[in-house]
């Protein structure tokens, strides 16, 4: 740009202006990418802090029931005094939940863990049966109406999965789900409710705490079960198993997801970035190409999605008693 004779200065002409324009663009164009990469790093690392805090609620939790993590999933009549209930942790009786709804007040949630609290008689059922119900509401057990279960809890959202802070048909989401292989009890016999109401002990982990998966990431949004899923819910039952914040589940009651040995489809490795209609209910999820986990000791992992199937469900398991020596 040069000064005019007048001591006016001239415009910039119009080559001069796309010349700026485009190095301005090329600069975005370069920016950009990082800027994105630099979002997603800090949304992965907000998700492994969720992670670690689940992890270490359950520790706590654990620690106040005399070493027993909570149970997958229980009912208030379950009865560990008769021989024929074969469950003998401490969460029973008078408690309907899921582990997720059980660890609520270890990760500062307790204002919705308390929603759950039976004070009397309503809705057909008695308060002496009783005490906390993740259906419950206002008092009353099975209210299903300002109750536990249809609350937003922060830790349950993955920053990485959109889905995870939504709500399906009124019930809250959630970005990760629990191990069936160590919130529930596998090998049961039964079917139902059974297999679901596991007595895992942390400190008697078979295989170690540090060899085995406790949590996972895996997409709230996903409508590809053969129930007709929609998704993770953190507070839904038995009744249908796609449903059920869990990943590995296998049983008698899981027969979607085949029997309990090596080619079960229960050990398929972290499903990499699925959709709404790609998604299976019992995996894992690989956001981008690794999938953050919480192991039995409260650490935090990052497994490749490529994982070998034999070391994925050795990782699973808590009592297989191999050493898992593979790259994961």
Known sequence: MHAMPNGGRRAFTLVELLVVIAIIGTLVGLLLPAVQAARQAA??????NNLKQLGLGMHNL????KGYLPPAYIEH???PADPGHMYKGPYAPKMTGTGLYFVLPFIEQQGIYTKGKVNYDANGESAQNHAYDVYGGDGKARNWSNSPFQQKVPAFVNPLDPTSSQTTWGWGSTGYAMNFQVFGAPKHPWGYWWPLMGTTQLAQIPDGTTKTVLLAEARAGCQGGNDGANGKLWGHGQWNPDWLPLIGATG???TNYGPFNASS????????NPTDVTCVPYRATAFGTTCQVTMADASTRSIDANIDQTAWMYLLQKDDGQANTGDW
Not at 62 to 65: M, R
Not at 265 to 272: D, F, G, S, T, Y
């Open 265 to 272: 489809n229960a050990w398929l490795p972290p499903q990499m």
């Open 62 to 65: 654990s620690d106040a029931n």
């Open 43 to 48: 949304r992965r690392s907000q998700s492994l």
């Open 77 to 79: 009549w379950l009865n």
């Open 252 to 254: 008698q009651n899981f």
